[in-house]
Every structure is written in C-alpha cells, then in structure tokens.
C-alpha cells in the first residue's frame, strides 16, 4: 500500500530514477520533476506530502524553486546536494527548506528523514510491517505490545495500551468516558468512570506527550493530531 507521495526534483534523469526504486520499495509514491517549473506544476496539480530538492540545476536553482513553493505551499522540503558547507545548509533552511541532506546518502537515512518529517507534520506512517503503526513521535508494534517515544521503550500496562492504541485509532475524534470504559473494560465492567481519568493520567505520564491527549470538559477525551491525507 502506497502511503504519501514523494515530489523528487532533480535535472539528472538518472539520479531521479534511483530515488523512485527507493521510495517505491519503501511503499512510497514518487512524482518527477526535471525543473523547478514542472516541480511547481506538480505540486499544484497532484497530492505531494514531500518534496526532495536538489540544489544544483541549470536555469532555476533549488533555492529559487524552494522561494517560489513558499509563496503558495507550505509542503515539506528536503534539500539534497552535493553541497556540504554550513552556509548551503543555513541558506537552504533559511529560505523555507525543512531538512538538508548531502551526497553521496544511506537510502536508509533519506526514508528516515522523510518519515520524520511526516511524523511532525502530524501524519501518520504506515511502515512496511502492517503490526506497526508510527503517530508523530510514538511507535506501536502490535503484535509485541511493544510502544515506543523517540526511540525508547515504554513499558505500559495491557489496557493502558489498549487506551492508547484506541485513541489513536480514533485520532481528532472526542470520546466520551462512557465509549472508553466499554470498548477497553467492557460492558460488563462495574467499575467507575475515573478508572479512565486514571489511566490517561498515568498514560500521559508515561508517554511524556500530555499534550497529545487532550481532556475536552464535560465529555471524555480527545487524541489531538494533524487531519490524515
């Protein structure tokens, strides 16, 4: 399953080519641009989540492309160049550029920071395995139970993760106590509805993202995040 398409803007056909067999084999879609004036086309035409830029083409540079996508979308764009000294890379972020990277690059790290940016921009990110699911900067792996925040391991109980895993499912949507307590205790459970102001509590705690869950006053809780593409 394809997850977000990927813009790669490059004037060498070849190099264009390379990068697609690596976002396709990573289940990403990949859209073509030899210039910044098909690049632009593009991105005003099709669904673009990630635009990877290189520096360095003829007529139009990837620094006055990038100038020309910022006075109409505020996509993510990743610099790519064989240009490695700081003044390129303050230059490139300066001018509205999210990341930079240079060449020669690990394949590995590129998806990487594709994922990262997706993640802060609040989108979720199917993986290749369908038992893990990645929400911003929290991992999921269903079928170990195993949740993970910025890369460390935190150890919940079954319904917190349960709760978690829930709320997740149901991201930008408010859910009343009453919903919570039946679908992770069930409909049998007799016990109070401040065993789901408990949980949170403590899921809150453990994630350190208070601000993830937020409490919507008088019905229940909501999990806060960017909408889905």
């Keep these: 399953m394809v997850n977000f398409n990927v813009l790669v803007v490059d004037d060498e056909e070849d190099m264009r080519n390379l990068v697609e067999m690596y976002l396709l084999n990573s289940k990403y879609g990949c859209t073509q641009a030899s210039n910044g004036t098909e690049a632009i086309q593009a991105i005003q035409s099709e669904q673009i989540d990630v635009v990877l830029l290189?520096?360095?083409?003829?007529?139009?540079d990837g620094y006055e492309v990038c100038e020309k996508i910022r006075k109409f979308s505020d996509v993510p764009i990743i610099f790519i160049?064989?240009?490695?000294?700081?003044?390129?890379?303050?230059?490139?972020?300066?001018?509205?550029?999210?990341?930079?990277?240079?060449k020669p690059y690990n394949?590995?790290?590129l998806?990487?920071?594709?994922?990262?940016?997706?993640?802060?921009?609040?989108k979720k990110v199917d993986t290749n395995d369908e038992d893990v699911t990645v929400y911003r900067n929290i991992t999921i792996n269903k079928k170990?139970?195993?949740?993970?925040?910025?890369?460390?391991?935190?150890?919940?109980?079954?319904k917190e993760y349960e709760l978690l895993n829930f709320l997740i499912m149901h991201s930008n949507q408010v859910l009343?106590?009453?919903?919570?307590?039946?679908?992770?205790?069930g409909s049998d459970y007799s016990g109070s509805l401040r065993t789901v102001d408990t949980h949170i509590k403590t899921l809150r705690m453990?994630?350190?993202?208070a601000d993830y869950i937020q409490t919507v006053w008088g019905i229940g809780y909501k999990f806060e995040g960017n909408d889905e593409v």
């Design 144 to 158: 170990s139970r195993k949740v993970m925040v910025d890369k460390e391991t935190v150890t919940l109980t079954l």
């Design 107 to 109: 394949p590995g790290e």
């Design 81 to 102: 160049s064989a240009k490695g000294e700081e003044w390129d890379k303050v230059k490139a972020l300066k001018l509205g550029g999210d990341d930079y990277v240079v």
């Design 206 to 209: 453990k994630l350190k993202t």
């Design 54 to 60: 290189d520096i360095m083409m003829p007529n139009q």
């Design 176 to 185: 009343s106590r009453e919903q919570l307590l039946e679908r992770i205790w």
């Design 111 to 122: 998806i990487a920071r594709i994922e990262a940016l997706l993640r802060r921009a609040g």
